[in-house]
């Protein structure tokens, strides 16, 4: 992104240079031609033009509206992310990034990804406000409490990047960093063998969703009539309100924390809330886990 980042911001530059050169030229010019007693010819009376009114509004208006149409066809992919993208669950708070693979590993102010493959990050905040900041890969964004903020990049130089908090957080909001370490495909796979075999995200949620007592109601098998999640992820759930949302992050979420929002269609809202029950990280691997059924074919109750 950072080629078609920059070119935007350059076009930005030289138009800005072009006119204000433009114009101070021309004031300057002015200025001096038709300085007191100067001999400059002053017969010429005012008058308008309606073709050059309409240029000096038209003209503008193409410009800036070229570059909206650039930024925004730009925008949209790098807040996009390709279907391809293998997912990191980032957690910020005061005062440290915790990044997860989906593996299950690990790690703390840094990140290593393999070169050439999208990385989708999937984002949020356990107390203020902090913001997820890569200068060389150019995104930026928020990381909010009680929310799922997300941005997608992918490497293309192996190499040590900076990572910063760009929101102010506190005392050591300055000591907020880290680094993005992009490696060699080979050397990523023996960097994630290395050490003790986590359990994936995924397998974490799955643990959680039992001794939390999800699967007493959402089994195939409980007496208690609440909806399956198999095939659920990334689909749109009809609700008791007759409006369809798509099941994403945020809707897992809210469904775990108020689940009395957004009843799906056909069912009691009988569900307990869990807030207070549940933490930020193993909400995230309940998400994993429900995403991971996500793939699985739709069974109906
Ligand atoms: Cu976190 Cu500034």
Request: proline letters at 5%; one cysteine or more; a neutral charge.
């Amino acid at each position: 992104m950072a080629g078609r980042v920059d070119a935007i911001f350059l076009a930005l530059i030289a138009f800005s240079l072009f006119f204000t050169f433009a114009i101070c030229f021309l004031i300057i010019y002015f200025a001096v031609k038709y300085r007191r007693g100067s001999k400059a010819d002053r017969t010429t009376t005012a008058h308008s033009g309606a073709l050059m009114e309409f240029l000096w509004v038209f003209i503008p208006f193409v410009i800036v509206m070229g570059l909206f149409v650039w930024a925004t066809i730009v925008y949209y992919h790098q807040y996009r992310a390709p279907d391809d993208a293998f997912e990191i669950y980032v957690l910020g708070r005061q005062w440290m990034w915790e990044l997860k693979h989906p593996e299950g590993k690990k790690e703390i102010n840094e990140l290593h990804v393999p070169l050439g493959r999208a990385v989708r990050l999937t984002m949020t905040s356990q107390d203020v406000i902090h913001s997820f900041y890569v200068p060389a890969f150019r995104i930026k964004q928020d990381v909010l409490p009680e929310r799922y903020t997300s941005v997608w990049f992918r490497p293309t130089k192996t190499g040590t990047y900076h990572l910063f908090c760009a929101e102010y957080c506190g005392t050591r909001h300055s000591g907020m960093i880290g680094s993005v370490i992009v490696m060699d495909p080979v050397d990523y796979e023996s960097w994630l063998a290395n050490g003790l075999e986590p359990e994936s995200m995924a397998a974490s949620g799955a643990k959680l969703f039992r001794t939390l007592g999800c699967s007493g109601c959402h089994d195939v098998n409980s007496t208690v009539r609440a909806p399956l999640l198999d095939g659920v992820y990334g689909h749109p759930v009809p609700l008791e309100t007759g409006q369809i949302v798509t099941a994403d992050e945020r809707y897992v979420r809210d469904s775990i924390l108020l689940p009395k929002s957004q009843v799906v269609a056909g069912f009691k809202p009988v569900m307990p809330t869990f807030q207070g029950r549940i933490d930020e990280d193993e909400l995230l691997k309940v998400i994993a886990y429900i995403k991971s059924l996500g793939k699985n074919v739709r069974v109906e109750r």
